[in-house]
């Protein structure tokens, strides 16, 4: 008895807002008391609207009341709280905004300890008791508390769902299972979640093991930056020293290999570096994702876990990086000590040679080049082109992916990016990196081509055309056959014709493969060189009537 009169103390002096004793205790015109922050801080949220409510039995008052300390009350506290007097233990809080309440309770409901998957309902402590006590309850599947209970009911026939339908993927009563989906794949709900779970093991384990392999791999990325520096910082010091020996026309020299070495070294490391922390990003957002794995695979409520099990995403595959065993700058510290007995003769000479030698500083290996379409599709490039590039006799459609050669030329204002001879095009969109695109041909007559943007525009001349000058590389398709053009040099091409062309580019490897599309991926041609600008992606449709379209790829 004690004991209760103790905890309807607690009660009656205690804030309902913040669920403790009073502090600065006011009373509204409805008589309800409160702490003065707490119902000051009630209030300034409703500042917007102008009236203001009691958070107990909602009546609103305007404007808002002046609050005055209830001096009588703050006393009574003082006083009990000498008595030990403390606020009401966790176990009896009531529920707020972010609780479970308790389906039972009446009134001001406490916050729920349990949900019974088999009531649909969920209990405070004292609710719950009859779940322990009573034999019938015992067998009864309590979780934690849930407030979305009745997800678990059918809609059509108020059963709860303890069964799972693996045609339609989805949760169902035994009553759909007879009738609705009495032909289906049905098994129950702790059967489905059985195999699930195990998938789902089988992805943790693979992103665990995709963490291990990531996280390899940004510890061989900072040995090869300390390798990489260390290097780099050597050959700075040997090349002063030899520079050191030289006449005062070499200074200037010396100091442009210096700021070459730095600046490749700058190049590389930023490389390393960016590589470092998107790996860095991939293994925290492998490691969040496995931890939303694990959440969903300690989820006690089957039809829960089903429910969210469809939205996971899946794990993609991923490969690993691959160093590219070099020697740095040693090579360059060589060549700068042979120039030095032949430094008159070779001067020019030897300063290509050197920056050469610099740049060839490449940490990372370039991946392998895709064998299957699907493994070109990786790497998806939209192309959509540059009505302002087209020359007049090119009409642009389907959204500037389609290009189509006609008679009657296009009044198209003048622009100075615009071709004026060639029936050509430019994309819009810059090629770095590694990508892929395919372009499907109706007609003879086109050429795909790649470009530096700062290829001639005016005129017929071959620094115009692509494929007749040292900025632009194009496959031309004829009837029957290809051929390959580049600085003007033309190389016939094997191979059958198709009408989709498919075009690889890895910039940085300064690999440019062209691709027959079929069935299977045949391989037309392909350069390996060095790019020195960003490239555009181009089409010369030659005869009216032919079209070029860049596909869309899923």
Request: hydrophobic share 30%.
């Given at each position: 008895?004690?004991?209760q009169?103790n905890?309807l103390?607690?009660?009656?002096?205690?804030?309902s807002i913040?669920l403790?004793?009073?502090?600065?205790?006011?009373t509204t015109?409805c008589?309800?008391?409160?702490c003065?922050?707490?119902i000051n801080t009630?209030w300034?949220?409703e500042?917007?609207r102008?009236s203001y409510s009691?958070p107990?039995c909602r009546?609103?008052?305007?404007?808002?009341?002046?609050?005055?300390k209830?001096i009588?009350l703050?006393?009574?506290?003082?006083?009990l709280?000498?008595?030990?007097?403390?606020?009401?233990?966790?176990?009896?809080c009531?529920?707020?905004?972010?609780?479970v309440?308790?389906?039972v309770?009446?009134g001001r409901?406490?916050?729920?300890l349990k949900?019974?998957l088999?009531?649909?309902?969920?209990y405070c402590?004292?609710?719950l008791?009859p779940?322990?006590?009573s034999?019938?309850?015992?067998?009864?599947?309590l979780?934690?508390?849930s407030e979305?209970?009745q997800e678990s009911?059918?809609?059509c026939?108020?059963e709860v769902?303890?069964m799972?339908?693996?045609t339609?993927q989805q949760?169902?009563?035994?009553?759909?299972?007879?009738?609705?989906h009495k032909?289906?794949?049905?098994v129950?709900?702790?059967?489905?979640?059985t195999?699930r779970?195990?998938e789902l093991?089988?992805?943790r384990q693979?992103i665990q093991q995709r963490v291990?392999?990531?996280e390899?791999d940004?510890?061989l990325?900072?040995q090869e930056?300390k390798a990489?520096?260390?290097s780099?910082?050597k050959?700075?010091k040997?090349?002063?020293?030899i520079?050191?020996?030289l006449?005062r026309q070499?200074k200037k020299?010396?100091?442009?290999v210096k700021?070459q070495?730095?600046s490749?070294?700058?190049?590389?490391?930023?490389?390393?570096?960016?590589l470092?922390?998107?790996?860095?990003q991939e293994?925290?957002?492998?490691?969040?994702k496995?931890?939303e794995?694990?959440?969903?695979s300690d989820t006690?409520?089957?039809n829960?876990?089903?429910?969210?099990?469809p939205s996971?995403s899946p794990?993609?595959?991923?490969?690993r990086i691959?160093?590219?065993?070099l020697?740095y700058?040693?090579?360059?510290?060589?060549a700068?000590?042979?120039?030095?007995g032949r430094?008159?003769?070779?001067?020019s000479?030897?300063?290509?040679?050197?920056?050469?030698i610099?740049s060839q500083v490449?940490?990372l290996?370039?991946?392998?080049?895709?064998?299957?379409?699907a493994?070109f599709l990786?790497y998806p490039?939209?192309?959509?082109?540059?009505?302002?590039?087209?020359h007049k006799?090119l009409?642009?459609?389907?959204?500037?992916?389609k290009v189509?050669?006609?008679?009657?030329?296009q009044?198209y204002?003048?622009?100075r990016?615009r071709f004026?001879?060639c029936c050509?095009?430019?994309s819009?969109q810059?090629?770095t990196?590694?990508?892929?695109?395919?372009?499907?041909?109706?007609g003879?007559?086109?050429?795909v081509?790649?470009?530096y943007?700062?290829?001639?525009?005016?005129?017929?001349?071959?620094?115009?055309?692509?494929?007749f000058?040292?900025?632009?590389?194009?496959?031309f398709c004829?009837?029957k056959s290809?051929?390959?053009?580049?600085?003007?040099?033309?190389?016939?091409?094997s191979?059958?014709?198709?009408?989709?062309?498919?075009?690889?580019l890895?910039?940085?490897a300064g690999v440019l493969?062209f691709?027959?599309?079929?069935?299977?991926?045949?391989?037309l041609?392909?350069?390996?060189t060095t790019f020195?600008q960003p490239l555009?992606?181009?089409?010369?449709?030659?005869?009216?009537?032919?079209t070029?379209?860049?596909?869309?790829l899923?």
């Amino acid at each position: 008895m004690a004991e209760q009169e103790n905890q309807l103390d607690r009660e009656r002096f205690c804030c309902s807002i913040c669920l403790e004793l009073l502090r600065d205790p006011v009373t509204t015109g409805c008589g309800h008391s409160y702490c003065l922050s707490c119902i000051n801080t009630h209030w300034d949220k409703e500042d917007a609207r102008g009236s203001y409510s009691c958070p107990q039995c909602r009546q609103t008052f305007t404007p808002r009341p002046a609050l005055v300390k209830n001096i009588m009350l703050a006393d009574l506290v003082e006083e009990l709280k000498k008595t030990g007097l403390q606020a009401a233990p966790a176990d009896h809080c009531y529920a707020g905004s972010v609780d479970v309440a308790c389906d039972v309770c009446t009134g001001r409901k406490l916050k729920s300890l349990k949900s019974c998957l088999v009531c649909l309902v969920s209990y405070c402590e004292k609710h719950l008791q009859p779940h322990f006590q009573s034999p019938p309850f015992k067998k009864h599947k309590l979780v934690e508390p849930s407030e979305k209970l009745q997800e678990s009911i059918c809609s059509c026939h108020n059963e709860v769902m303890k069964m799972f339908c693996r045609t339609d993927q989805q949760c169902i009563c035994y009553l759909c299972s007879v009738e609705e989906h009495k032909d289906h794949d049905t098994v129950t709900a702790a059967a489905e979640r059985t195999e699930r779970q195990r998938e789902l093991g089988l992805r943790r384990q693979t992103i665990q093991q995709r963490v291990q392999d990531r996280e390899k791999d940004v510890k061989l990325l900072q040995q090869e930056e300390k390798a990489l520096n260390g290097s780099a910082d050597k050959a700075v010091k040997d090349s002063e020293k030899i520079f050191t020996d030289l006449i005062r026309q070499m200074k200037k020299r010396n100091y442009d290999v210096k700021q070459q070495i730095r600046s490749q070294q700058q190049t590389e490391v930023r490389r390393v570096r960016e590589l470092q922390e998107r790996l860095e990003q991939e293994i925290t957002e492998l490691k969040r994702k496995d931890h939303e794995l694990k959440q969903l695979s300690d989820t006690e409520d089957h039809n829960q876990f089903l429910h969210n099990y469809p939205s996971l995403s899946p794990v993609a595959t991923h490969s690993r990086i691959r160093i590219r065993p070099l020697r740095y700058f040693e090579d360059m510290t060589a060549a700068v000590s042979q120039v030095r007995g032949r430094l008159q003769d070779i001067l020019s000479e030897t300063e290509t040679k050197i920056l050469q030698i610099v740049s060839q500083v490449d940490v990372l290996l370039p991946q392998p080049e895709p064998k299957t379409r699907a493994d070109f599709l990786k790497y998806p490039q939209e192309i959509k082109l540059v009505p302002n590039t087209a020359h007049k006799q090119l009409l642009l459609s389907e959204g500037n992916r389609k290009v189509t050669c006609i008679s009657k030329e296009q009044s198209y204002s003048y622009h100075r990016d615009r071709f004026t001879g060639c029936c050509q095009v430019l994309s819009r969109q810059s090629l770095t990196g590694r990508c892929y695109w395919e372009v499907e041909m109706v007609g003879h007559g086109v050429g795909v081509a790649v470009t530096y943007k700062n290829i001639s525009r005016a005129g017929n001349s071959l620094e115009c055309g692509f494929g007749f000058n040292d900025k632009s590389w194009m496959l031309f398709c004829h009837v029957k056959s290809y051929h390959f053009n580049y600085n003007n040099i033309r190389t016939p091409v094997s191979g059958p014709v198709s009408s989709r062309v498919g075009v690889y580019l890895d910039h940085s490897a300064g690999v440019l493969s062209f691709y027959r599309v079929s069935d299977t991926m045949t391989l037309l041609h392909r350069v390996q060189t060095t790019f020195t600008q960003p490239l555009y992606a181009g089409v010369w449709v030659c005869y009216h009537g032919a079209t070029a379209v860049f596909c869309k790829l899923k």
